[in-house]
C-alpha cells in the first residue's frame, strides 16, 4: 500500500525555522500534484501550500513569505521549509496527495475538510508546538 510519512515535526520558539519532510513510500512525486495542510486543536484543517507537477506552488496567505514548499523527486520527497514562525503556526501538519490537482483553487476558495477531503490521500500528520 501507498503511504506519506511525515516527519520533523516538534517543539519551536517563536520566530524560529523548522523543516517537515514526506515521503511516499511507492509513487513517483513528479507526476502528482501535493500539498501541505493544517490542522489546529478545535478547528478545522486547511490548506497550507501546494505544489503541482511542473513545480508551480502557491500558498495561504497567512504563511506567504515565511513558508516554501519544495519537492525532491529523485528522493520522492516533499518539504516545508517553515520560517518567523508563531504560536498560531501550532498545529498538526499533514502533507497528501492531490488527487484531482486543486489545492490552488482550495487556497483562493478555502472549503470544509469534509468537502475536500476524499480528493485527497493523506499521510498520518506531524505535530509542530510554537511557543
Known amino acids: 500500500d501507498v503511504q506519506l510519512v511525515e516527519s520533523g515535526g516538534g517543539s519551536v520558539q517563536a520566530g524560529g525555522s523548522t523543516r517537515l519532510s514526506c515521503v511516499a513510500s511507492t509513487y513517483t512525486y513528479s507526476r502528482y500534484c501535493l500539498g501541505w495542510f493544517r490542522q489546529a486543536p478545535g478547528k478545522e484543517r486547511e490548506a497550507v501550500a501546494g505544489?503541482?507537477?511542473?513545480?508551480?506552488?502557491s500558498y495561504a496567505d497567512f504563511v506567504k513569505g515565511r513558508f516554501t514548499i519544495t519537492k525532491d523527486n529523485a528522493e520522492n520527497t516533499l518539504y516545508l521549509h517553515m520560517a518567523s514562525l508563531k504560536p498560531e503556526d501550532t498545529a498538526m501538519y499533514y502533507c497528501a496527495e492531490d488527487l484531482l490537482c486543486r489545492t490552488r483553487l482550495l487556497l483562493e476558495v478555502p472549503l470544509e475538510y469534509d468537502d475536500f477531503a476524499s480528493d485527497y490521500f493523506w499521510g498520518q500528520g506531524t505535530q509542530v508546538t510554537v511557543s
Open positions: 505544489i503541482d507537477k511542473e513545480g508551480t506552488t
